[in-house]
């Protein structure tokens, strides 16, 4: 399934270094978001969006910085990160966050790895 | 307190039918989802349940709901190694927001 794409699929930096992830999605959805995904841990959510409007910050350090120029993307810069954020970035979509009929769909993630 | 709980491993034979379970903590709960995670991929939803629904059957896979123990199971039926994968539940609270379980690594040996 092509529905939610995420690039690149993996990444390595320095803590020094400036990245961005980036997500798109195909499925006409107005909500999307970000999750990390570290070793022994719960999925954890970082940013919602909807209709391109920030709507939740899950107290992440400001050194991740999400952007939502349209619904259909969703980027997340990087900037002196630290070892631990070390982790699968995972981006999903859905329809509309306030039907909870509708399904968040995922991408298959962005591996990051820092050095 | 938030968490949703799962057991870390399930390990079972080939054709055999495999259980996973989950226990969350908000009665108010609409939504549960089962989510699979095959190895290096991202999380494929597999299947949902209402919360006024007891059971849902979708193919090899039986959701079963109790509300009363906010306990939820996944069966799998004539389990296959092509099912060996992390499997999620996870709750929807509020509007938007999915609480997800720890996963349950599924092992199918033939």
């Known amino acids: 399934e092509t529905g939610v794409t995420q690039t690149p699929r993996h990444l390595v930096m320095g803590m020094t270094n400036k990245k961005s992830l980036k997500c798109e999605q195909h499925l006409g959805h107005n909500a999307m978001y970000w999750y990390k995904q570290s070793a022994k841990k719960p999925l954890e959510l970082m940013f919602v969006?909807?209709?391109?409007?920030?709507?939740e910050n899950n107290s992440v350090p400001s050194r991740f910085s999400p952007e939502c120029p349209n619904s259909s993307h969703l980027f997340l810069h990087l900037h002196t990160l630290q070892p631990e954020d070390s982790a699968l970035y995972l981006c999903?979509?859905?329809?509309?966050?306030?039907?909870?009929?509708?399904?968040?769909?995922f991408g298959d993630g962005t591996r990051l790895s820092i050095l | 307190g938030e968490d949703v709980e799962q057991s870390l491993f399930l390990s079972v034979r080939e054709g055999d039918s495999s259980v996973i379970n989950c226990t969350y903590t908000?009665?108010?709960?609409?939504?549960l989802y089962w989510y699979k995670q095959e190895p290096g991929a991202g999380l494929q939803l597999l299947t949902y349940?209402?919360?006024?629904?007891d059971m849902k059957q979708d193919q090899r896979l039986t959701v079963l709901l109790n509300k009363k123990d906010k306990h939820l199971s996944l069966r799998i039926a004539d389990t296959q190694t092509g099912d060996s994968a992390i499997y999620f539940c996870?709750?929807?609270?509020?509007?938007?927001?999915?609480?997800f379980g720890t996963g349950t690594r599924l092992q199918v040996f033939p």
């Open positions: 908000d009665s108010s709960s609409t939504y």
């Open positions: 999903a979509s859905s329809q509309d966050p306030g039907d909870s009929n509708q399904p968040q769909h």
């Open positions: 996870a709750e929807k609270r509020n509007t938007d927001k999915l609480i």
């Open positions: 349940i209402f919360s006024n629904m």
């Open positions: 969006y909807n209709f391109k409007e920030q709507t």
